[in-house]
């Protein structure tokens, strides 16, 4: 696969590219933002959508065999991890499956944690629904993220759930067994229940990727949340899935989405998760290798750039950059990637807290695209006088 190729996504309706009005204020940006990737997908993942869609009729369709299988194939193949197909629950989005997991399991009220600075549909999912937000906040230990295990545990005393992001976005951090370890343990003793989004789990760049529920002391209490969609870029297509070997909280998990009738699956997303899972192995290994590739570059060039320093990065396409230096307000500091840089990262505040003083930067793009944006980054720090 050719990932230097720029194809234009501009009037695909794409949220990276067609919402940066609405984002930033300007269509005026390089967009470095939203995690999905500007590279095609696989060509067996376009093989099976276009062979399907070839069939003129698109009416409601059934799980089939090949897609557990291909989930059970994936589980065993990439993290060593033996599934049953009696353990997978289908459920559209990953978010759909944090919100859910939330109006199952908790009461109005009940203590929920989470580690930020995180992915804001975490916070989103204790709030909305008015559950009691418990924030864990990662440390930074010697340029490190760490977790803070005695508040961890304070707050596991005070919570029923705990949605876990692991590898870690915005922060990249892929939990070693022993943070694992400990986080399972401490839920098991206060008997909290474990939401553990895997979606970066395929993506890693430094260690290896343990999953949760693999653990003895984790695999009673964890409901495991994954999906093709940022692995083979088919967000869009709307696949995932969750793996729950316990299987009364499998059910009391699940009887959420049948009472919303959210368990009816689209042939395409279908065909894309067994394409994805079965015939892409030699797509992915091209796609990492480019990506490691980029994180070199950018590591380069920003080793130049005054004031912006890179966080070690260990898994996902997401640069977390420390921007405290350059000694702006948030406010400021956004303004001054639009305004000045034009370009189109996340901040690192709506990530909430601990974000401050961070951006975002998407690197699941051209190199010719971060070329540019490096360019245009140091050229705006360089003139800026202050
Ligand atoms: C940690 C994490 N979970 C979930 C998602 C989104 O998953 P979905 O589109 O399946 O809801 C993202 C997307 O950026 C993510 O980073």
């Not at 376009?46 to 799980?63: D, F």
């Not at 065909?271 to 590591?299: P, Q």
Request: aromatic share 12%; proline share 4%; with cysteine.
């Amino acid at each position: 696969m050719n990932f230097d190729k720029i194809i234009s996504r501009e009037g695909t309706h794409t949220e990276k590219y067609d919402q940066r009005v609405q984002k930033f204020g300007t269509d005026d940006v390089i967009p470095l933002w939203v995690a999905d990737m500007d590279f095609p997908s696989s060509p067996a993942i376009q093989e099976a959508i276009i062979n399907r869609v070839k069939h003129p009729i698109y009416g409601y369709t059934r799980y089939y065999d090949e897609y557990f299988a291909s989930i059970l194939k994936w589980m065993q193949k990439a993290h060593n991890w033996k599934i049953q197909k009696e353990w997978i629950a289908p459920i559209n989005a990953i978010v759909t499956g944090l919100n859910l997991a939330v109006e199952a399991l908790t009461k109005k009220g009940d203590g929920v944690i989470i580690q930020p600075p995180i992915y804001p549909p975490f916070y989103e999912a204790v709030k909305r629904q008015k559950r009691t937000l418990l924030e864990n906040e990662l440390k930074l230990v010697d340029g490190r993220y760490e977790i803070d295990f005695e508040d961890f545990e304070k707050k596991a005393k005070l919570a029923k759930l705990f949605l876990f992001c692991s590898p870690h976005n915005p922060t990249s951090r892929l939990w070693s067994k022993k943070e694992l370890e400990k986080l399972a343990q401490i839920c098991k003793q206060n008997g909290v229940i474990i939401v553990s989004d895997e979606v970066h789990a395929d993506l890693v760049f430094d260690g290896e990727f343990t999953p949760m529920a693999t653990l003895q002391s984790a695999k009673n209490i964890t409901i495991t949340l994954n999906a093709p969609s940022k692995t083979f870029n088919i967000a869009g297509i709307v696949s995932a899935y969750a793996i729950v070997e316990n299987s009364s909280l499998k059910r009391k998990f699940y009887e959420i989405f049948q009472r919303y009738s959210l368990t009816e699956p689209s042939p395409i997303s279908l065909c894309a998760t067994v394409a994805s899972y079965t015939k892409s192995d030699k797509w992915l290994e091209e796609l990492l290798i480019y990506l490691r590739g980029n994180l070199e570059y950018l590591h380069t060039r920003l080793s130049k750039i005054p004031k912006i320093k890179a966080m070690p990065l260990e898994a996902t396409f997401l640069l977390w950059l420390d921007c405290k230096e350059l000694g702006f307000t948030d406010k400021k500091l956004e303004q001054f990637f639009i305004k000045d840089a034009k370009l189109g990262l996340n901040t690192g505040v709506s990530f909430g807290k601990g974000g401050e003083g961070f951006m975002r930067l998407n690197f699941a793009t051209s190199r010719l695209v971060l070329k540019d944006a490096m360019d245009k980054l140091e050229s705006c720090i360089k003139n800026h006088k202050g």
